[in-house]
């Protein structure tokens, strides 16, 4: 499969815990954010986004969190499956840019049965 | 809905000869991106499209890469001469119309290899 994950951070969590995966971004002027996931020999997948103009977006299972002050986000996964194990990404998009997305360098989420 | 289709695979090549990656982006998009994937460079926006129009093409390497987008339903990405540091996972991405503020759907990309 693919090996992005040989330096990457590792998260390694007990199924059924919750995760928290964190990323700082560098840009003040970025004014949207997204969260990908990346399963071996898979692109990444979205999971989910929030703007600037907000702090805190809910999906199914998964929460983002954004501080603009400290220029920071985050992924919170409750009740964390086996299926989750992946690469998750953070992405910001440049207000003033077209829509291309800046990547982080990924964390490796490990989950323990 | 069949999602971002690249083809192929996985290549493998050996040094010198023309790479050329193909993408199909989802019907009813018109922005496409070229991301590269390595272990050391994480993801890496190559270039990108609008409306079949390249817009930002800095993150091209060298000019023995390549980016046409003929039409709004097909992208090639060559590379000629390739050489083994162009060895990577090549990722086709694209966006649907008319929101910036809108996540980009990618494909499972194409595993190259430069021996």
């Known amino acids: 499969g693919e090996s992005v994950g040989l330096h990457l951070p590792t998260l390694s969590v007990q199924e059924g815990d919750n995760s928290i995966i964190n990323c700082a971004y560098s840009n003040s002027a970025s004014d949207y954010f997204i969260w990908y996931k990346q399963e071996s020999g898979k692109g990444p997948q979205f999971i989910i986004d929030i703007r600037s103009n907000m702090d805190k977006r809910q999906g199914q299972r998964v929460t983002v969190l954004l501080n603009k002050t400290v220029k920071h986000l985050s992924l919170q996964i409750a009740a964390t499956q086996p299926g989750d194990s992946a690469v998750y990404f953070c992405a910001e998009n440049i207000r003033g840019s077209q829509g291309n997305l800046i990547f982080g360098k990924g964390t490796k989420l490990s989950v323990k049965p | ?115």
């Not at chain 2, 060298?62 to 162009?86: C, V, Y």
């Not at chain 2, 991405?93 to 980009?104: D, F, H, I």
Request: charge should be neutral; include cysteine; charged fraction near 20%.
């Open chain 2, 1 to 115: 809905d069949a999602g971002v289709i690249q083809s192929p695979r996985h290549e493998v090549t050996e040094m010198g000869q023309e790479v050329t990656l193909r993408c199909k982006p989802i019907s009813g998009h018109n922005s496409l991106f070229w991301y590269r994937q390595t272990m050391m460079r994480g993801l890496e926006l190559l270039i990108y499209f609008n409306n079949n129009v390249p817009i930002d093409d800095s993150g091209m390497p060298e000019d023995r890469f390549s980016a046409k987008m003929p039409n709004a339903s097909f992208s090639t990405l060559k590379i000629q001469p390739s050489e083994p540091r162009d060895s990577a996972v090549y990722f086709c991405a694209s966006k649907g119309q008319g929101a910036r503020n809108s996540p980009l759907h990618f494909g499972n990309g194409t595993r190259l290899t430069v021996t």
